[in-house]
């Protein structure tokens, strides 16, 4: 059987490919640090492994932060959802009474401290708002700044 240009060249094409790879991992190394090539490639698949761990940890951090972030935020709305509760409580518990319902009584609340402005009919409605107000649960205190004006 006679042999094609090809299948000549086989053995001619192996040895120069050997060749060419011997070349470049002679031509990759830097130095010769004495590591053969599976020694180098077990230290690259080391760092990387240490990269990839370092980034798991930092990941860790970021979302601890996160949480810690996201906690405060939470309690920061639950101080302003209880503000809003407590401003809406008292403002009821004034229309319901029948001699400060006609007046428009302006409530604000800021850290459980409740605000009142506005007419009050007589002294003793005054301090009847300071009460109701004092009454509501979260009320700290009760600043009541009603300006007597009998009608």
Same mark, same amino acid.
Request: include cysteine; aromatic fraction near 0%; charged fraction near 25%.
């Given at each position: 059987m006679k042999s094609t240009p090809l299948q000549a060249r086989r053995p001619l094409l192996a040895l120069a490919c050997s060749a060419a790879?011997?070349?470049?991992?002679?031509?990759?190394?830097?130095?010769?640090?004495?590591?053969?090539?599976?020694?180098?490639?077990?230290?690259?698949?080391?760092?990387?492994?240490?990269?990839? #761990? +370092? &980034?798991?940890? *930092?990941?860790?951090? $970021? =979302? #601890? +932060? &996160?949480?810690? *972030?996201?906690?405060? $935020? =939470?309690?920061?709305?639950?101080?302003?959802?209880?503000?809003?509760?407590?401003?809406?409580?008292?403002?009821?518990?004034l229309a319901k009474d029948p001699d400060l319902s006609a007046i428009k009584i302006n409530v604000d609340t800021k850290d459980g401290v409740v605000t009142l402005n506005g007419p009050a009919p007589s002294a003793a409605a005054k301090d009847k708002a300071t009460d109701i107000a004092k009454q509501v649960k979260g009320v700290t205190s009760v600043n009541n700044q009603l300006v007597v004006k009998p009608g």
């Open positions: 790879v011997l070349l470049a991992l002679t031509a990759c190394k830097k130095a010769d640090d004495g590591k053969t090539v599976g020694q180098s490639i077990d230290s690259g698949i080391a760092k990387t492994e240490k990269a990839a #761990k +370092d &980034a798991g940890n *930092t990941m860790k951090e $970021a =979302s #601890k +932060d &996160a949480q810690a *972030t996201g906690s405060q $935020a =939470s309690t920061t709305l639950g101080e302003k959802i209880d503000d809003v509760t407590i401003t809406a409580t008292v403002s009821t518990g």
